[in-house]
């Protein structure tokens, strides 16, 4: 069906628009730039800002082009004389109520606010600054919201609420005493995911920023500093650099690295494939035994983990016991790479690369400590390296491939899909197949690499997958939002996947800002692309994997480097 | 004849400040397509000078009652709230009991007590909205309509107290285009009348023995919201709730007046949008300072007018532009 269009006018040109859009769609989709600030793709219009404010002709007041939506015949002017009063009086208030933290800020180089300002030549200091006292509310290690940044456009609040239905963020009081924090509700606590952040236009809802010991810890002669990168770094960072969406940038990104002083840098696409052999074993031996709790349940969302110990512990024993890519790696790192390497595991730092603020968090967690260290001492977002790398003005786009360090390899096709909703549950499936195969115990085998029915963008997925003669129900929960109805219904299901995030972790709290739905897509369709062309597209075919894997196992560390456990939490503050 | 031909004959106008026809909210509501509808009785009455919406519950609670069956009925609602100031449900509750019964309206009928927090903003029918749905108490995008799209997303009719007393008369033909004046300030006669809704404020004042006998002017419509007018211009009849505030032109103290305004705008913001959070806080520390930026205060004003979110942000330059235009002459603006 052909769509319905509407003429309209903008700024003395005509334009056919389809029936139904906001001014501010209309425009944008003509390349007509109109600001805003409270707008998101994500979120529902709540029109609070007013800087997207246009003329409209035959109307008495302004109005919000984000909340009008185009009429036929409608005359419209983005930067009239009344516009631009009232557009840039408006971006001075809020300018006004933002203390600039500019030199330390990690969205400094992509700032909406100062590119509005510069753009318009508005004066940033006209008004004395009005929050100067606000509280900062740190949640564990991973995100906060800095209150004297905050100009209460409350997308973090509906990122919170409408999208993840966590429901932990409020807005408090009215007027000028406005202020976001958390409920006082001890019944809901914070997961970390960290979409507050990635909706906030100007980094007070942000991560808790680690960049500045990084930093420092890479100038200390005395430790052995590396790097590891998560699955979906590799197709969003480009984009902090103008490349375009979905752009793969994996030999790019070593070279970044290297060149910020770490000294060896290591794909955790190696690890995921750990990760994947693990939880593939675990979901085989669960399958064969009548007494394992079912279904199993992914957990290397870290997230996700945070949300099943607090809100629901009797899940816990679902979780596959399976530690998450970055704490496998870390933990390899610092037991079988520091032996080959002959160094002290203690002197070695190892930072990750995450596009995630819960990983944060999950590094904290002292059950996962291996011989008395942490696996990973640091995580910084993709913000916080794309931050690094435009500090030390390090042109990404320019830069040439470099490989990671060739003892452990950039891992196969099924570890970089993990970076998107059902990558996970497509990296199992694939290896759970053959392994099912492998002893012989199945009445028939098949090769199977692609299991599109778990892959794309909607809420859930949900499939029957033969294996081994058997019918596996799998579900898929893209966004903790949408995880109500799965859990209602545990017993329709023998293996679930869940990502806190929508799109998972291309979509991560972590990455870079704007992610709407649409730059999700690129992402995703990025690394399905990576993953076809890739020689190896199973975990198991990896076999610098099994190498390590057997290497754990006459070492008696496959428990400790491999395994983890969860305890159910309460709120404590 | 039906009660929405009699509202349309009588040409109702809402009373609740806005004059909106009565009859086009009635009949979206009515052609609205649901299983619930409800009806909303809005008593918060938080403009300040605007005291009628009290008057009438303590004299005729049966008849605003009678309003309320009337719609339930014609609308086929579900249920009826009365938003109600807290100070008049001590006082009126029995009274309005006893009326909800005798209407047998009971069964459908229930007390909702504005929040004390909620202020002058909860009594924006938006925000009444979100206040009986327990959400925090600001008004909300429109649209969509709460004839459309109202208290929990359903159609929603919400009608001032007075508007439904006027619909009760309406139906029982006693209705002669009336309306309740609140007059305040220096005046003999401080109190709430019943006069024909055309008159002029001039006649109004007189009428009720309060026509002042020295230089004075006049806010209309509420001691905030309100047009601010001089002795000339009082040959129209009285806007939005229909207060009359009288001021004594010598005795009165521009730099008090403009903070009075100020301050409420301030304190009564929601905080949901920016020229109404920001720009009310700002004019305040404009005229804070020893030498006032009127160039600054006259833009945030404008912007005011120009971009806020609801009618309160918008009202803010109504007393001050009018009573600079009408009373200063624009000349000697300076505190």
């Not at chain 1, 809802?205 to 890479?218: C, G, I, R």
């Not at chain 2, 309206?105 to 979100?130: D, S």
Request: proline share 4%; with cysteine.
């Amino acid at each position: 069906m052909a769509e319905i269009k509407v003429k309209i006018t903008i700024d003395g040109k005509k334009y056919s628009v389809p029936k139904g859009q906001s001014i501010l769609e209309a425009a944008r989709d003509n390349n007509i730039f109109l600001p805003s600030l409270c707008y998101h793709p994500d979120l529902d219009v709540k029109a609070n800002c007013r800087v997207c404010v246009v003329e409209i002709k035959g109307q008495k007041k302004l109005a919000t082009s984000c909340s009008t939506i185009v009429k036929e015949g409608m005359e419209i002017l983005t930067d009239s004389p009344r516009v631009k009063q009232a557009r840039n009086l408006n971006i001075e208030l809020i300018f006004a109520e933002h203390i600039e933290k500019c030199p330390t800020c990690t969205l400094r180089y992509n700032c909406t606010l100062l590119d509005l300002a510069r753009r318009y030549k508005i004066k940033i200091s006209d008004f004395p600054d009005r929050k100067g006292k606000r509280k900062t509310y740190k949640f564990a290690q991973a995100v906060e919201i800095d209150g004297s940044q905050c100009i209460d456009c409350r997308n973090c609040v509906d990122a919170c609420s409408n999208m993840q239905r966590i429901d932990y963020l409020e807005v408090k009081g009215k007027g000028i005493r406005q202020e976001i924090a958390p409920t006082a509700d001890k019944d809901t606590d914070c997961i970390y995911c960290g979409q507050c952040a990635l909706h906030c236009p100007v980094a007070s809802a942000q991560e808790q920023d680690n960049w500045s010991q990084v930093e420092k810890l890479l100038k200390d002669k005395n430790k052995i500093v590396v790097a590891q990168f998560a699955p979906s770094v590799r197709v969003t960072i480009g984009e902090e650099f103008g490349l375009p969406y979905g752009q793969e940038s994996t030999g790019r990104t070593v070279t970044a690295l290297k060149k910020l002083g770490f000294k060896h840098v290591f794909d955790v696409n190696f690890s995921a494939d750990i990760t994947t052999m693990v939880e593939a074993e675990e979901l085989l031996e669960r399958l064969q035994d009548k007494k394992a709790k079912m279904p199993m349940i992914t957990s290397c969302c870290p997230a996700w983990v945070k949300y099943a110990e607090f809100y629901h512990p009797e899940l816990l024993p679902n979780l596959t016991t399976s530690r998450s890519p970055q704490i496998h790696l870390g933990g390899v790192i610092k037991t079988y790479w520091a032996k080959k390497m002959k160094v002290d595991p203690k002197k070695i730092v190892v930072v990750s690369v995450m596009p995630c603020t819960a990983k944060k968090f999950e590094a904290r967690r002292a059950e996962l400590k291996v011989n008395g260290l942490y696996p990973v001492d640091y995580v910084i977002t993709t913000r916080e390296f794309a931050f690094m790398l435009k500090k030390n003005n390090i042109n990404f786009g320019q830069l040439p491939e470099s490989q990671s360090d060739k003892i452990f390899n950039e891992g196969s096709g099924a570890a970089v899909i993990y970076g998107s909703s059902g990558g996970v549950m497509e990296s199992a499936l694939r290896t759970a197949y053959a392994l099912a195969c492998r002893d012989d115990k199945a009445k028939f085998c098949q090769s199977r690499i692609d299991f599109h029915e778990v892959r794309g963008l909607g809420d859930i997925k949900e499939a029957v997958i033969d294996i081994a003669g058997k019918k596996l129900r799998v579900a898929v929960v893209n966004g903790i939002g949408s995880i109500s109805q799965v859990l209602a219904n545990l017993k329709k299901y023998d293996y679930i996947e869940v990502m806190a995030c929508p799109g998972g972790c291309i979509g991560g709290g972590g990455q870079p800002i704007p992610t709407t739905a649409k730059i999700r897509k690129e992402r995703i369709m990025a690394l399905y692309r990576i993953d076809k062309f890739k020689e190896i597209r199973k975990a198991h075919d990896n076999k610098e994997v099994l190498e390590v894997l057997a290497w754990l196992k006459q070492q008696k560390l496959s428990h400790p480097v491999l395994h983890t456990k969860y305890k159910k939490r309460i709120r404590t503050k | 004849m039906d009660i929405l031909t009699k509202i349309k004959q009588a040409n109702l106008v809402g009373r609740g400040g806005a004059s909106f026809p009565t009859a086009l909210k009635w009949e979206a509501v009515k052609q609205a397509d649901s299983l619930a509808k409800y009806v909303v009785i809005n008593a918060a009455e938080g403009e300040p000078g605007v005291k009628k919406d009290g008057y009438i519950l303590e004299h005729y609670a049966d008849r605003v009652v009678d309003g309320a069956r009337l719609a339930v009925e014609y609308l086929g609602a579900t249920r009826c709230y009365l938003f109600i100031n807290p100070k008049y449900y001590e006082v009126y509750r029995p009274r309005i009991m006893k009326a909800v019964k005798a209407a047998k309206l009971e069964k459908k009928f229930g007390f909702f007590v504005k929040p004390h927090q909620a202020g002058y903003i909860g009594g924006e029918e938006t925000a009444i909205l979100n206040a009986l749905e327990g959400k925090k108490i600001e008004p909300r995008l429109k649209p969509p309509f709460p004839t459309i799209n109202g208290l929990w997303d359903e159609p929603t009719l919400i009608n001032n107290v007075e508007t439904l007393y006027n619909v009760s008369l309406v139906d029982k033909g006693e209705f002669h285009n009336e309306r309740f004046y609140t007059i305040n300030g220096a005046v003999k006669k401080k109190g709430v009348y019943a006069f024909p809704a055309d008159w002029t404020i001039e006649k109004v004042l007189r009428q009720s023995g309060n026509y002042p006998n020295f230089p004075f002017f006049v806010q209309v419509g509420g001691d905030a919201s309100g047009d601010v007018l001089n002795q000339k211009q009082l040959k129209v009849p009285a806007s939005g709730a229909a207060s009359i505030t009288v001021y004594d032109f010598k005795k009165h103290d521009s730099a008090k007046l403009l903070r009075y305004w100020l301050k409420f705008f301030q304190a009564e913001s929601c905080g949901q949008c920016t020229p109404c959070r920001e720009g009310t806080y700002r004019l305040n520390r404009i005229l804070e300072k020893k030498k006032v930026d009127w160039k600054m205060f006259q833009a945030i004003l404008t912007d005011l007018s120009e971009t806020s979110f609801c009618a309160l942000g918008a009202s803010v330059p109504v007393p001050i532009w009018s009573y600079f235009k009408n009373i200063l002459n624009n000349k000697n603006v300076s505190l």
